[in-house]
């Protein structure tokens, strides 16, 4: 179980590796939302494009400008 509030399900639109990070793009009810995270973790998931996914998102903020 997760404490975090913020899950938006969502499906990978495309992943792109680096040396050390990961950049996950994903579809999120038609938003896209962008992930960093290590490689390690990309490839212990085996993310690819199409896997149905979850963006858990635990802020200690949120920024609002207009």
Same mark, same amino acid.
Do not use: E, R, S
């Given at each position: 179980m997760i404490s975090a509030r913020?899950?938006? &399900?969502? &499906?990978?639109k495309f992943v792109t590796l680096g040396t050390v990070m990961a950049e996950v793009v994903m579809d999120v009810g038609g938003t896209e939302v962008v992930a960093a995270i290590t490689r390690h973790s990309s490839e212990a998931m085996d993310l690819k494009e199409g896997d149905q996914v979850t963006a858990i998102i635990k802020a200690t903020e949120v920024i609002?400008? &207009?």
């Open positions: 913020n899950q938006l &399900k969502g &499906k990978v609002i400008q &207009k």
